[in-house]
């Protein structure tokens, strides 16, 4: 059975979700797209995924901000602005009548291609933009087991070729890293940078915990991840401190608790990297601590947004 940071609770209502393509909502079954379409042809795209809590898109400027920085980066012009990105993901909520315990995938790509190519002048429509709203709430076995770890030999790439912190829908690599884990018996992969010092996961963020600090990679090589940013905020207001700073297999072996974010699990324990027991009973002291705090600083972010 799959098991991992992405495990969710089955619910049956998923299978008649409508999907939005450009404009347009599909059941599930009828929700499709090109073959020549950019992302599935090449890769070429930026998405975000986003939780609805009590109403409320929760820490949707952090998003916003790193779909339209990506969205820059690799020169795509979106032709939406905020406002009607959010208008639209409404109208899939409205649609599916949601309004708690719901994770957003939301997806542009380049558009439709003339022909199968790289090159984005060979694009004869707009951007196209996918929703999927669904019903999905984390398997809360997974933060009660744990997930374990392996160290793949795929690594983190450097700024000067696939920036990390770019949310592209280019994502062979984490693939690759995660397929390795798998065959190695571990849940998910734990990523060096190019120094060989501990970056990230293929899909969440690492933090290690080590007598009362936590340590996270210097963000250098690592995904820009919401969840992980607000953790280092949450222990900078709790007076707990947080290192981003390089370490090695060395420090994470002899950690004495560790985790990994996400928007979709939040904070996920680990027990094991690479077969060392890094903890025998999830979650730790310091992790749970930090749990706590980021479900009420997602609790803030529904009262604010209702003001």
């Known amino acids: 059975m799959t098991h991992g940071t992405h495990n969710a609770v089955d619910d049956p209502r998923n299978e008649n979700v409508l999907i939005y393509i450009n404009g347009e909502l599909f059941p599930r079954s009828e929700a499709k797209i090109s073959v020549f379409d950019s992302g599935y042809l090449v890769g070429d795209g930026v998405w975000e995924g986003l939780r609805l809590h009590k109403g409320v898109l ?3 400027k952090e998003h916003y901000n790193r779909l339209f920085q990506g ?3 690799i020169g795509m012009d ?4 905020r406002q009607d990105i959010t208008n639209a993901i409404w109208e899939t909520l ?4 949601m309004q708690d315990g719901v994770h957003v995938r939301l997806m542009f790509t380049r558009g439709i291609k003339k022909t199968p190519s790289q090159d984005p002048r060979l ?6 933009l996918v929703i999927i709203a669904e019903y999905k709430k984390a398997d809360p076995k997974s933060r009660d087991r744990g997930v374990t770890l392996f160290t793949s030999t795929i690594r983190r790439g450097s700024p000067d070729y696939l920036d990390p912190r770019l949310n592209c829908h280019s994502k062979i690599h984490e693939v690759q890293a995660l397929v390795q884990a798998i065959e190695a018996g571990a849940d998910e992969a734990l990523m060096l940078d190019i120094n060989g010092f501990v970056s990230t996961c293929n899909a969440t ?3 290690m915990v080590k007598d009362g600090e936590v340590w996270t990679s210097t963000g250098q090589y690592c995904m820009n991840g919401i969840t992980r940013g607000k953790v280092i905020e949450i222990c900078e207001k709790s007076g707990i401190t947080c290192r981003q700073k390089n370490f090695s297999l060395f420090d994470a072996y002899g950690a004495d608790e560790a985790f990994v974010t996400g928007s979709f699990g939040g904070l996920t324990p680990v027990t094991k990297i690479d077969g ?3 903890s025998g009973s999830v979650p730790g002291a310091m992790t749970q601590k930090l749990q706590q705090l980021y479900e009420k600083e997602i609790e ?4 604010i947004s209702k003001v």
């Not at 979106?78 to 602005?81: H, I, V």
Request: glycine share 4%; proline share 3%.
């Open 123 to 128: 694009t004869i429509s707009g951007p196209n």
């Open 205 to 207: 963020n690492f933090f």
């Open 276 to 278: 060392r027991v890094i």
């Open 71 to 73: 969205a820059k980066t």
């Open 94 to 97: 409205n649609a599916n009548e």
């Open 78 to 81: 979106l032709k939406m602005t």
């Open 58 to 60: 929760v820490f949707l």
């Open 300 to 303: 803030h972010a529904v009262q």
